[in-house]
Structure formats: structure tokens, C-alpha cells
């Protein structure tokens, strides 16, 4: 036997809470039990996205939720600025390319922050401009992104809608839709909201609402005025996914009981201590200290070290489950995640797994480097 540790930016590890709600007998879901459990989701994900406004719940992955925003904002030949610094800014602009956007590119390294001055000149210099697309928290990077000053820029064009992935931003990072004016943010099940994967959740604000009456592009499962009418009477347009919403409710539940600034504090600890260790383990941290966010922590794999050896040898040897880099940081990087249910000792587990990879790779470091660094900071709180 060999007890894994799954220590990815998504999936995430579920708590044994939640996986009890999948394994319960299944309800019917137009009765009057699923729809209060499914009122009781929706007001918990208004919690998390910090809203008044609409909030839309989805049976699908994050790509799904993403697509709904093109198609449910937009018309065909609309202009959309889409900033990109890692692999989901790069799939918005591919989302947006096949539904015949034009798009004004932003494009940046992956180790650098979106610059919010870009975004002002860009939108000054095309005042028709429809929508802003940004990624608040780069997965493939570890970058976060200052949503916070692109919401002050987009707030003064009435016609242009901000759209945020915040899909591994919600619940590991601040993220305070209406008072930051975030018009469309979104989230999935298997990240920062610790369930399985297959639902996906997204806000609308009067002005991204404004966007949808003036939106040609063709819809249907993902029509978000489906969603909302149903929302009223507390149901939804289509066959839910009815395990995962109860699954969701306790889930919720646990991210109140802690309190979101709570649970977005002990990220940021997560995180603090993960990157001091990585660092002490002599490994230069991927993210820049501008823009870093408490998701996951990319880390440079030490010199003369086989970056998709770490990775396997740290799975197959020692149970621990990480990310290794993506496209072209492929064997470069490794990456560390710490978004939803992760304590201290997931942290020093990973570290110490990693310690032992790296010795047994013949990589030279002050055996327990990491781990002492990462205790200091545990022990501080
Ligand atoms: C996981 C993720 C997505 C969505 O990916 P799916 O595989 O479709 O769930 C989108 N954006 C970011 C930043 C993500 O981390």
C-alpha cells in the first residue's frame, strides 16, 4: 500500500465531508429538497464571489464557464482586449477567436504581471472596445494578476465589460467582485472549492447583463438568462449535477464556518511557507514578487536537475502528486499547489518528499532546508 497525496493546483483533495455527500442515495432534483439545497449553493457562492448581484451555477469544467462568458457577452466582430501571461490567458484568446472576436492582444511573458497601464492606453485607444479578459490567478505561472486596478480602469467605459478567471483565484486569493467592479468572475468545483470536478459558477453584473441583451452570439446549454429565471425559482434549466451541489453546500459550509478572510489567510501562509521552502532548498521561485498569488508555487528546477524526473519519482516513490510545467516550461519548473483543503503538514509532506526526490537525484542542498523553512513560518502562524 502507498497513501497519496494529491498536491495539484486542481483537482484538489476533497475532504472526507464532502466525499460522503457523492456517495448518498440520489434525489430527484425537481423536489422541493434538491431546490432548497440548490438555493442554499447559490447563496454560499455569492458568499465566496463576494456579490449581491447574480451568481450562475453550471455543470461543466472552467473551460465551459469561460465559453458561456464569450458567448453570452458578445457578438461576432465584437473587440475584446484579452490579457495573457500563461496558459489560461491563452485559452480566453482562443475562446474568443472562435466566436469571431477581434481581439487586441496583450500578450506577456509568464513571468511577468498583466500591467493595468496597457490595458488604460489600449482601451483609450479603442473606445469601442467590449470586453476585458483576464486571468487573476495564472495557474501554469503562479502569477496573480491586480484585477483590483483593472476594475478602477474598465468601471468608466459603460459599454465594456471586465471578465476575470478567477477560477483558481476564488477562495485562495481576495477577490471582491462588486466592490472591485468585476463584472463577470468565475469559478470551478475542483479548485479553491474543494470538490470534484464538474461544476463550474460564474457572476453577472447589471453591466454584464446590459452585455447579454446586446449579445448575438449563438447559445443555448450555457444561455445565461436560463439559469437566472430558473434561479428564481430555485431550480435549474437542466439536469444539475446533483451530487456535486450537495457536495458543494458542505463544502461552502466548511469555507464559512472558517470565514472567506480566514481561509483566503491561510493560503497566503500556505503559500509563504512553500515558497521559503522551495527557496531554501535553493530553488529560484517562477512568479515574480509583484504578482505572486497563493494557488500554487511554481519553482525553477535546480540546475542539471531532469525537471519530469521530480514529477515521477516524487508520484511513483513517494506518493506525492504535483504539476510539472506547461508548454514551453515543460521539465523547467515544477509546480506545488496549495489551493482549498491543505494545512501546514500537506505543505512539509510535499517539502519533504520533494527533499528526498532531490537527494535521491543527486541534486546537492542542506538536507531539511525546506522543511525547517517551512516550520518557521508555521510556527510564527
Ligand atoms: C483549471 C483552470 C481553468 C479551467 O480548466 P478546466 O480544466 O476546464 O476546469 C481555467 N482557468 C484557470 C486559471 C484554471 O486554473
Same mark, same amino acid.
Given at each position: 500500500?502507498?497513501?497519496?497525496?494529491?498536491?495539484?493546483?486542481?483537482?484538489?483533495?476533497?475532504?472526507?465531508?464532502?466525499?460522503?455527500?457523492?456517495?448518498?442515495?440520489?434525489?430527484?432534483?425537481?423536489?422541493?429538497?434538491?431546490?432548497?439545497?440548490?438555493?442554499?449553493?447559490?447563496?454560499?457562492?455569492?458568499?465566496?464571489?463576494?456579490?449581491?448581484?447574480?451568481?450562475?451555477?453550471?455543470?461543466?469544467?472552467?473551460?465551459?464557464?469561460?465559453?458561456?462568458?464569450?458567448?453570452?457577452?458578445?457578438?461576432?466582430?465584437?473587440?475584446?482586449?484579452?490579457?495573457?501571461?500563461?496558459?489560461?490567458?491563452?485559452?480566453?484568446?482562443?475562446?474568443?477567436?472562435?466566436?469571431?472576436?477581434?481581439?487586441?492582444?496583450?500578450?506577456?511573458?509568464?513571468?511577468?504581471?498583466?500591467?493595468?497601464?496597457?490595458?488604460?492606453?489600449?482601451?483609450?485607444?479603442?473606445?469601442?472596445?467590449?470586453?476585458?479578459?483576464?486571468?487573476?490567478?495564472?495557474?501554469?505561472?503562479?502569477?496573480?494578476?491586480?484585477?483590483?486596478?483593472?476594475?478602477?480602469?474598465?468601471?468608466?467605459?459603460?459599454?465594456?465589460?471586465?471578465?476575470?478567471?478567477?477560477?483558481?483565484?476564488?477562495?485562495?486569493?481576495?477577490?471582491?467582485?462588486?466592490?472591485?467592479?468585476?463584472?463577470?468572475?468565475?469559478?470551478?468545483?475542483?479548485? !479553491?472549492?474543494?470538490?470534484? #470536478? @464538474?461544476?463550474?459558477?460564474?457572476? /453577472?453584473?447589471? *453591466? +454584464?447583463?446590459?452585455?447579454?441583451?446586446?449579445?448575438?452570439?449563438?447559445?443555448?446549454?450555457?444561455?445565461?438568462?436560463?439559469?437566472?429565471?430558473?434561479?428564481?425559482?430555485?431550480?435549474?434549466?437542466?439536469?444539475?449535477?446533483?451530487?456535486?451541489?450537495?457536495?458543494?453546500?458542505?463544502?461552502?459550509?466548511?469555507?464559512?464556518?472558517?470565514?472567506?478572510?480566514?481561509?483566503?489567510?491561510?493560503?497566503?501562509?500556505?503559500?509563504?511557507?512553500?515558497?521559503?521552502?522551495?527557496?531554501?532548498?535553493?530553488?529560484?521561485?517562477?512568479?515574480?514578487?509583484?504578482?505572486? !498569488?497563493?494557488?500554487?508555487? #511554481? @519553482?525553477?528546477?535546480?540546475?542539471? /536537475?531532469?525537471? *519530469? +524526473?521530480?514529477?515521477?519519482?516524487?508520484?511513483?516513490?513517494?506518493?506525492?502528486?504535483?504539476?510539472?510545467?506547461?508548454?514551453?516550461?515543460?521539465?523547467?519548473?515544477?509546480?506545488?499547489?496549495?489551493?482549498?483543503?491543505?494545512?501546514?503538514?500537506?505543505?512539509?509532506?510535499?517539502?519533504?518528499?520533494?527533499?528526498?526526490?532531490?537527494?535521491?537525484?543527486?541534486?546537492?542542498?542542506?538536507?531539511?532546508?525546506?522543511?525547517?523553512?517551512?516550520?518557521?513560518?508555521?510556527?510564527?502562524?
Amino acid at each position: 500500500m502507498q497513501k497519496k497525496y494529491l498536491m495539484t493546483p486542481g483537482p484538489t483533495p476533497v475532504p472526507a465531508e464532502v466525499l460522503l455527500t457523492q456517495a448518498a442515495p440520489m434525489i430527484h432534483h425537481r423536489t422541493p429538497e434538491f431546490s432548497a439545497a440548490f438555493a442554499e449553493a447559490i447563496t454560499g457562492l455569492k458568499y465566496v464571489f463576494q456579490t449581491e448581484g447574480d451568481a450562475l451555477l453550471f455543470a461543466c469544467s472552467g473551460t465551459g464557464v469561460m465559453e458561456s462568458a464569450i458567448a453570452n457577452c458578445f457578438c461576432a466582430g465584437d473587440k475584446v482586449i484579452v490579457t495573457r501571461n500563461g496558459k489560461f490567458g491563452d485559452r480566453q484568446k482562443l475562446i474568443a477567436e472562435a466566436y469571431g472576436l477581434e481581439v487586441i492582444d496583450l500578450a506577456y511573458g509568464w513571468t511577468e504581471v498583466v500591467r493595468s497601464a496597457d490595458i488604460a492606453a489600449a482601451l483609450s485607444a479603442n473606445p469601442d472596445v467590449r470586453g476585458v479578459i483576464v486571468t487573476q490567478s495564472e495557474t501554469s505561472s503562479g502569477v496573480l494578476n491586480d484585477v483590483k486596478a483593472i476594475g478602477e480602469i474598465v468601471r468608466a467605459y459603460d459599454e465594456c465589460v471586465l471578465i476575470v478567471d478567477s477560477i483558481t483565484g476564488i477562495g485562495a486569493v481576495e477577490c471582491k467582485t462588486d466592490e472591485w467592479g468585476l463584472d463577470v468572475v468565475m469559478t470551478g468545483s475542483q479548485k !479553491g472549492l474543494m470538490l470534484p #470536478p @464538474g461544476l463550474a459558477a460564474c457572476t /453577472v453584473s447589471a *453591466k +454584464a447583463w446590459r452585455a447579454y441583451e446586446r449579445s448575438t452570439l449563438p447559445k443555448f446549454y450555457f444561455d445565461w438568462m436560463k439559469y437566472k429565471k430558473n434561479i428564481e425559482k430555485d431550480t435549474t434549466p437542466f439536469t444539475p449535477a446533483v451530487s456535486l451541489v450537495l457536495g458543494l453546500n458542505v463544502a461552502l459550509s466548511m469555507i464559512r464556518e472558517e470565514g472567506l478572510e480566514n481561509t483566503i489567510a491561510r493560503h497566503s501562509m500556505l503559500a509563504d511557507a512553500t515558497r521559503k521552502g522551495c527557496e531554501a532548498l535553493g530553488m529560484s521561485l517562477f512568479a515574480p514578487p509583484e504578482g505572486r !498569488g497563493s494557488a500554487v508555487t #511554481p @519553482g525553477w528546477v535546480p540546475e542539471g /536537475v531532469d525537471g *519530469k +524526473a521530480i514529477v515521477k519519482v516524487m508520484k511513483d516513490r513517494y506518493g506525492v502528486t504535483i504539476a510539472g510545467g506547461q508548454d514551453d516550461y515543460t521539465g523547467k519548473i515544477i509546480r506545488i499547489g496549495h489551493l482549498g483543503y491543505f494545512g501546514e503538514f500537506d505543505i512539509i509532506t510535499t517539502l519533504a518528499a520533494l527533499e528526498m526526490t532531490l537527494a535521491g537525484l543527486g541534486y546537492a542542498f542542506e538536507p531539511a532546508a525546506g522543511i525547517k523553512a517551512a516550520e518557521a513560518v508555521f510556527m510564527e502562524g
